[in-house]
């Protein structure tokens, strides 16, 4: 099927970009990679009246550290994750994602900003952002604010983000010593979306958890932050049964539906042992590092 009519405006700066969703407000939409948006268009799910088309706009494709946090910028590209020395040395919970996102064509043109405004439970990298206790910087024409990635995604489709703000950049906090993570993917096959994704950060201080981030993909309607779980392994010797603990509490926070990837059950066991497996993976690294 073709999209509706819209209006395409290319915008050459975020000033630009901002000037032209606060005048278009709800009537408009920022075309990213268009990997989620295209499709949602032609299915007539999404018919915009207005694109704003933010690839040329400078300063959005940014991968740096800087004051104790990791600044994403929100045009960086998964196969930008993919290949960054500073990701794969730094950030291990990205760097077992990224490559897991899709395929190659993909990878090429989707973003973290449109991943993460997309706001699909379905999608890789939020899990991984709530593992970190990562933020957004949303930037409308009268300021910008920064916003806990748990409190920017509110449901399926659907962030805090407001018709008139742009999300420039994703924040992680930089790892502190000890640290370690990694994100588990079942997948029917190379490229699929997640029948379970697991996500987890983890940080050891004096031989005990210091942080435990534990997040889910695909078993909600929004990306699961497993609190219950991660607030067991606070202060905890870093043991098989507190792993195992925590696994039970992670797959008890998820609403998994049986559908063509599995059971509802399926999926819950899936969770436990990849949560499990992960926290022993993340622990090993962080004793290692
Ligand atoms: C075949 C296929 C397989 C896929 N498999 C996976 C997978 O396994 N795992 C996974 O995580 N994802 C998967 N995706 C989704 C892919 O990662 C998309 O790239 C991503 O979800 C959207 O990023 P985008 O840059 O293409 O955003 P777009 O499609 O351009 O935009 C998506 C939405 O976000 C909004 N938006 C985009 N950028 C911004 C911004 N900076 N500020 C405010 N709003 C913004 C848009 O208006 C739109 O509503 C798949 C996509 C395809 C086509």
Redesign the pocket.
């Known amino acids: 099927m073709l999209p509706s009519r819209f209006e395409y405006h290319r915008a050459g700066s975020v000033e630009e970009a901002l000037a032209l969703?606060g005048a278009h407000g709800d009537e408009?939409?920022?075309?990213?990679?268009?990997?989620?948006?295209?499709?949602?268009m032609k299915l007539r799910f999404?018919y915009?009246e207005h694109?704003?088309d933010?690839n040329r706009a400078s300063g959005?494709d940014g991968l740096e550290e800087r004051d104790g946090r990791l600044h994403i910028g929100?045009?960086v590209?998964?196969a930008t994750l993919v290949s960054s020395e500073l990701i794969a040395s730094r950030y291990p919970t990205i760097a077992a994602?990224a490559p897991?996102?899709?395929?190659p064509?993909?990878?090429n043109?989707?973003?973290?900003?449109?991943?993460?405004?997309?706001?699909?439970p379905?999608?890789?990298?939020?899990s991984v952002m709530l593992s970190l206790g990562a933020s957004v910087v949303?930037r409308s024409s009268t300021g910008s604010r920064e916003v806990p990635i748990g409190e920017f995604l509110v449901d399926t489709?659907t962030?805090s983000?407001t018709p008139n703000?742009?999300?420039?950049e994703v924040s992680v906090p930089t790892p502190e010593p000890r640290s370690g993570g990694t994100y588990l993917?079942l997948?029917r096959k190379v490229?699929?979306?997640?029948t379970v994704?697991v996500a987890v950060s983890l940080t050891l201080r004096n031989g005990s958890v210091g942080r435990a981030g534990i997040a889910l993909?695909g078993v909600d309607l929004t990306n699961v932050q497993a609190t219950e779980a991660e607030s067991s392994l606070a202060g905890a010797e870093p043991t098989d049964e507190a792993f195992a603990e925590a696994g039970r509490l992670a797959a008890a926070a998820a609403h998994p539906v049986s559908d063509v990837r599995g059971s509802a059950e399926y999926k819950r066991h899936v969770i436990e042992v990849y949560v499990r497996r992960g926290l022993a993976h993340a622990s090993d690294t962080a004793s290692a590092a």
């Open positions: 969703l408009a939409k920022v075309l990213a990679g268009g990997q989620s948006l295209i499709p949602m999404a915009p694109l704003v933010v959005l929100a045009l590209r998964h994602a897991q996102i899709a395929d064509l993909v990878r043109l989707g973003t973290i900003g449109g991943s993460i405004s997309h706001a699909d379905a999608g890789d990298l939020a949303l489709f962030t983000m703000e742009l999300l420039t993917k997948e490229g699929d979306w997640a994704g993909t």
